[in-house]
């Protein structure tokens, strides 16, 4: 008898040791989640892992958009995360905002570990899942732009260097090294055949995409540091958000993304639709 409860103790003893172990690598969030999580976003829903909505809050949960009538799309990229428990998706894309003077990154995040942005205006909570991240002041696009009363968005031919961020460059003046890469704005008001503020952010994401792309620092700021990186996925198959009869839970790159969390495995990676994120093959920025 006294071996028989011996031994049912060491079981016991093996179990609480082992047991730990293999919850601390049981996946607890599920493809369906994540995918979910998307669709309220492109729905224009406030997610599941939103903070509670007090009365008068206002919240947004912003979903990709190649097409923004204001903003010019130059670069975009997808950054995924996950461990046992937590996952985040980290939509990046890069431009110039029309009439808005400034070129931005915009960090859209998507995940159980979200860090919302969170902002309060005469005694309203603002709450997103979108950060803002300025390349191009405009301060410093006021400085560039060409004085004539009929330029819009023009930069001066006697411009020598732009400022990114802390950064100064070197201006490339030479229009026809931009329409050897596709960029070539449709200006109808251009008689000196300047180049756009639109164009230079794009002739940028051509020739030296890291000038304007967020860093690591910058993308983690709403998302746990010590969440593990699985992948950064530069090119994918991207449908229209304004094409609202498929949701991301209908379409592969979603799906895909879900799997890899999942799995924490990049090798998941296997579209088979032809990759279609490059600005060219969208129309944005002509509102």
Same mark, same amino acid.
């Given at each position: ?17 082992e047991n730990p172990k293999k ?12 995918l979910e999580e998307l669709d ?22 912003? %979903? ?5 009538? $204001? ?27 029309? @009439?808005?003077?400034?070129? @931005? ?59 990114? @961020?802390?950064?100064? %460059? ?83 790159? $979603? ?33």
């Amino acid at each position: 008898m006294q071996s028989i409860i011996t031994l049912l103790l060491y079981l016991l003893l093996i179990a609480g040791c082992e047991n730990p172990k293999k919850a601390n690598n049981k996946i607890s969030f599920t493809e369906k989640e994540i995918l979910e999580e998307l669709d309220l976003s492109f729905q224009e829903k406030p997610g599941n892992f939103f903070p509670k909505k007090g009365q008068d809050d206002i919240q947004y949960n912003f %979903f990709p958009d190649l097409e923004h009538g $204001y903003f010019f799309t130059a670069g975009n990229r997808i950054h995924l995360y996950a461990d046992s428990t937590r996952w985040a998706i980290v939509f990046e894309k890069s431009g110039y905002a029309n @009439r808005g003077y400034a070129a @931005r990154i915009e960090l859209d995040y998507f995940g159980n570990c979200v860090n919302y942005v969170n902002e309060e205006h005469n005694n309203r909570k603002y709450v997103t899942n979108s950060q803002i991240l300025t390349l191009i002041s405009p301060e410093e696009f006021n400085r560039i732009k060409d004085s004539a009363e009929s330029s819009f968005e023009l930069i001066s031919t006697d411009t020598k260097q732009i400022k990114i @961020r802390d950064t100064t %460059f070197l201006f490339d003046n030479n229009l026809e090294n931009y329409k050897k890469l596709g960029i070539n704005s449709d200006i109808h008001d251009n008689p000196k055949n300047l180049i756009s503020f639109e164009d230079l952010i794009r002739y940028l994401n051509e020739t030296n995409p890291s000038l304007i792309s967020a860093s690591e620092k910058e993308i983690r700021q709403n998302i746990p540091q010590d969440i593990p990186k699985i992948m950064t996925i530069d090119k994918f198959h991207f449908e229209s958000w304004y094409e609202k009869s498929k949701l991301p839970s209908q379409q592969e790159t $979603y799906q895909l993304l879900a799997k890899i969390l999942r799995s924490r495995d990049s090798s998941n990676w296997k579209p088979t639709l032809k990759a279609n994120n490059h600005w060219s093959n969208w129309e944005s920025g002509h509102l």
